[in-house]
């Protein structure tokens, strides 16, 4: 291959991507996100092309909240003044020495963040970015107490998070930044939990996301594969108690799930060690890491008229190549009815329409359609079993389809081909010669 031939197919493939993100930059227009990740980013070097995906969600019109961890600038403190680093339960124990270099710990974090999200040189990512932070006294916290006969002092949880004040900054184009900190009504500091304040926050702002980094790719199944999407009810049932988990995923999984049931639309846990992990999970549909919702994202049901724009952006790239027949706007509108379709996360990923027969207690299965990228996990054999039930539903007794692409398809699927004669008297009538298309029909 040649320089200029392979400069051609890195530009067809930069075209063909950003064509495919335009659904998600539209989506994502005016969402909440909230991202959270540990203090090892920052110490680690990370956070500088964290800040410039950042950045570029903020240009895109996400509203961003960031909730930052400290635990290694912590450690760090406590190792350098010779102070007792202690635990119980997972939990860390904040005397008053601790306190000093949690305080300590997470201002220095944040100055870091700020700073790195304030840089605009010319020539990089971040160049023009003008980026606002606010920082403030969000989260309002109360003692853990004793935990398990242990009394975890200045070790806190989130009692209330200040949603309004979060809001305000937002609604004026600023991304919120909250440290591991957390005030008292009575003036006292609290120690927190990086996912605490993160979950809680999401629930109470009724994001649109949950975002953690961390060491993992995400969430892995017996056999080691990445679990790209989970339900809240597969997601509990991985945190079974017999479950061995990394530890990552068994502080961050269980948050995900406590967030999506209360009302988070997605939760998802992805690598902090993947330069644009941020930018894959959510520009791209099959993501990087694991995605967690209360529900299945995929669904198929019985089509509404808000569909048509999906549907003709489904089939238009079909008809223009001759696999399906023409359709306008104003005709789906009027045959809506006869339509069902198969949803990914709020995108038509598939269609099928009914045309019925009854004289012949038969139906036309027409205008079936895949997106090219989901056809894999058999969405089309899913497909076409909804429409076979439809079909019974209705009592149609057999079901016929008119095809010059997929015979081989739908064969393997229990359809005969016959000749245009045995279609419905109506149909032959209606039988397009010039098309040739192939008769294939199944008995129900």
């Known amino acids: 291959m040649t320089l200029r031939t392979q400069d051609s197919a890195l530009r067809t493939y930069f075209v ?17 996100f909230v991202v959270a990740f540990g203090g090892e980013v920052v110490s680690e070097g990370q956070f500088i092309a964290l800040a410039q995906d950042l950045n570029l969600l903020n240009s895109l019109g996400v509203r961003l909240v960031l909730v930052h961890g400290a635990r290694p600038q912590i450690e760090e403190e406590l190792t350098e003044r ?18 000093k270099c949690v305080k300590e710990a997470a201002g ?11 840089m605009g040189l010319a020539n990089s990512p971040m160049a023009g970015a003008d980026i606002r932070v606010a920082s403030g006294n969000f989260v309002t916290a109360m003692p853990m107490g004793v935990q398990g006969g242990v009394d975890l002092m200045h070790t806190g949880e989130v009692r209330k998070i200040d949603a309004i004040g979060i809001r305000r900054r937002l609604d004026a184009h600023e991304i919120v930044l909250l440290s591991p900190l957390g005030y008292s009504p009575t003036g006292e500091v ?34 080691g594969d990445l679990l790209r999407e989970l339900t809240t009810a597969e997601a509990e049932a991985i945190l079974a108690p017999t479950a061995t988990l990394p530890a990552d995923v068994g502080y961050y999984l269980p948050c995900a799930v406590r967030a999506c049931r209360k009302g988070v639309a997605r ?24 995605m967690v919702s209360e529900d299945a994202l995929e669904t198929l049901r019985d089509a509404m008229i808000d569909d048509v724009g999906g549907i003709l952006a489904l089939i238009e790239p079909l008809e223009a190549d001759g696999i399906l027949v023409r359709r306008s706007r104003e005709l789906l509108e009027m045959e809506i009815d006869r339509f069902s379709v198969l949803e990914y996360d709020g995108r038509i990923i598939g269609c099928a329409a009914l045309y019925p027969f009854p004289k012949e207690k038969a139906a036309e299965l027409a205008c079936m359609a ?5 056809r894999s996990a058999g969405r089309g054999e899913a497909l076409l079993e909804y429409m076979q039930v439809r ?4 009592g149609f007794k057999q079901l016929f389809v008119l095809t010059t692409r997929t015979a081989h398809w739908f064969l393997e699927r229990g359809f005969t081909e016959v000749g245009v004669d045995k279609l419905p008297k109506a149909k032959q009538g209606l039988y397009n010669y010039q098309r040739r298309s192939k008769v294939f029909v199944k008995k129900l």
């Open 16 to 32: 063909e991507w950003f064509r495919s993100a335009a659904p998600y930059i539209h989506a994502f227009r005016g969402k909440t």
């Open 82 to 99: 010779g102070a007792a680093i202690r635990y119980a339960g997972g939990m860390r124990v904040t005397d008053n020495d601790a306190l």
């Open 108 to 118: 220095t974090v944040r100055v870091e963040i700020e700073a790195l999200l304030s």
């Open 190 to 223: 609290f120690n927190l939990s990086l996912e605490d304040v993160a979950t809680s926050t999401a629930i109470t702002l009724d994001a649109d996301k949950l975002i953690f980094l961390m060491d993992t790719t995400g969430v892995t199944g017996e056999s």
């Open 267 to 290: 939760a998802h846990l992805i690598s902090r060690h993947i330069d644009g992990a941020l930018l894959q999970e959510l520009f791209t549909h099959e993501g990087i890491g694991s």
């Open 370 to 374: 895949v997106h090219s990228d989901y």
């Open 391 to 394: 079909a019974l539903a209705k």
